[in-house]
Structure formats: C-alpha cells, structure tokens
Nanobody
C-alpha cells in the first residue's frame, strides 16, 4: 500500500482543515487507516484511526470532539476533518495503514505516507 497525504496548511486558531490520504492498491478496504502527528522536538503521536467499514473509530484524548476520521473505500481515501484547531495541533501529520481491523490499537502500522504540515497560529 502506498499512501499520499495532502491538505495541510497555515490556519488561525479556531479554523478548520481537512486532510486527505490517498491509497494505492485494491486492498484498501482491508486496512485500518490511522493518522499520526509529530511536532518539532516531540515524538510522533497517535491521533485517530478508522476501521474497515468506517464505523469503528478511535481518537486520542487531545483531539476527541474536534477531529473526525473517515474513509471512502470507493475512492481509496481516508480523511481527517480537524475543527477548532489550536496552536498545539501544529505538527507534521502522517497517514498510515495496518492490516487487520483492530482500529483501537495505536501501534504496529506497516505503511506510512509522507507528512503534510499543519501550522496553527494564535
């Protein structure tokens, strides 16, 4: 699986952004899709994940209620809708995929896309 993330940018606090992750391959629907982020000087952290059908989702506490992960299996694309952005959301965001359907497991991702920068100004 090859992943291509897009949609990052520079926004102000309180604004919204939607990230997209386009995947290659016909087995997209067999993978859990996740989003991670890495801020300068910090370790990469889990943000959100969605299971095969899109109905199972899991979020980091820091984004719960503000971010929504979804997927469109017909388009081989996963999304991360980010609302009420805060300066502390500033990071490079990565999409990732893992086999299986345990979307609540935050490690073991096998495939990674390149990052997309999200910068939130105060």
């Amino acid at each position: 699986v090859q992943l291509q993330a897009s949609g990052g940018g520079l926004v102000q606090a309180g604004d919204s952004l939607r990230l997209s992750c386009a995947a290659s391959g016909r087995t997209f629907r067999s993978y859990v899709m996740g989003w991670f982020r890495q801020a300068p000087g910090k370790e990469r952290e889990f943000v959100a994940a969605v299971g095969w059908s899109g109905t199972g989702t899991y979020y980091a506490d820091s984004v719960k209620g503000r971010f929504t992960i979804s997927r469109d299996n017909a388009k081989n694309t996963a999304y991360l809708q980010m609302n009420m952005l805060k300066p502390e959301d500033t990071a490079v965001y990565y999409c990732a995929a893992r086999a299986g359907n345990m979307y609540y497991v935050t490690y073991g991702y096998e495939y990674w896309g390149q990052g997309t920068q999200v910068t939130v100004s105060s």
